[in-house]
């Protein structure tokens, strides 16, 4: 069994490692199944484990951020990774168990994959409530999250090393190099603030540079991002926490559930 996860964690949201979730995992400690032993059956919320995960390495990352940089930004890069497949998972289940039958496959077919962002605009068309297509996409926190897939795919698609340079500066002889800021960049060198950050979202290009701060923008954006695509669904999305939903319902010993 999951370690952790049997239980309800109720309304809890202080902070970077707790999210209110209703998984309908209450009671399981009251089973006496004597010597036959129990056997359970739950509903696996992708999304609600994924997000739940890369919570978890958020706050790690900020804890460890005083004892080691390297250590907290090697988290960091595995937070916003998780909290882009959360996305991934919130979508794709959302356009099989909402969707028209005929059209889910569209969007939710893993061997013939589209991107993310496509699958975010074309979502509200294949289900048969919310207001279809309208809405400005040009508007946060659209162009921001597309930003951040941008990322995670320069991640995956690196391309030439003229498109992977990563600065650093030394405040003084011996001292550690730290990420070049913006501000920092010596005159002449040509070095734009666009060579550093994502202009939209301010998250660096460097995956060394990933600091516990850009994941708060990162969990903000991803958050936002899952508010507006549900309120062009009329709610539906989240309509009575059915994306973190995982049932559960003890099948043997009968009778027991």
Do not use: K
Not at 35 to 60: K, M, N, W
């Amino acid at each position: 069994m999951r370690n952790g996860d049997l239980g309800t964690s109720g309304t809890r949201r202080p902070g970077p490692d707790r999210d209110a979730a209703v998984d309908d995992r209450e009671g399981l400690g009251r089973v006496d199944p004597g010597d036959r032993g129990s056997v359970i059956v739950t509903e696996v919320s992708p999304f609600h484990c994924l997000y739940q995960d890369a919570l978890d390495f958020h706050s790690q990352s900020r804890l460890m951020l005083g004892r080691s940089v390297g250590a907290s930004s090697r988290l960091a890069r595995a937070s916003l990774l998780l909290y882009v497949a959360s996305a991934e998972s919130l979508v794709h289940q959302a356009a099989v168990e909402l969707g028209r039958p005929e059209f889910a496959p569209l969007l939710a077919d893993p061997a013939r994959p589209i991107r993310l962002d496509d699958t975010l605009r074309l979502l509200p068309a294949i289900i048969a409530i919310g207001s279809g297509l309208s809405g400005d996409l040009s508007v946060a926190p659209w162009p921001q999250f597309s930003e951040l897939l941008a990322l995670r795919g320069s991640w995956a698609y690196p391309g030439p090393p003229s498109d992977r340079l990563a600065y650093y500066r030394s405040a003084a002889e011996g001292a550690d190099f730290e990420p070049l800021q913006p501000h920092q960049a010596p005159p002449g060198l040509g070095i734009v603030t666009e060579d550093l950050l994502h202009p939209r979202t301010g998250l660096p290009r460097d995956p060394y540079a990933l600091r516990p701060h850009h994941l708060d923008t990162t969990r903000a954006l991803l958050d936002a991002t899952i508010e507006a695509l549900d309120r062009r669904l009329d709610g539906a999305l989240t309509r009575g926490n059915r994306h973190r939903r995982e049932p559960i319902r003890i099948i043997y010993p009968p009778g027991q559930s």
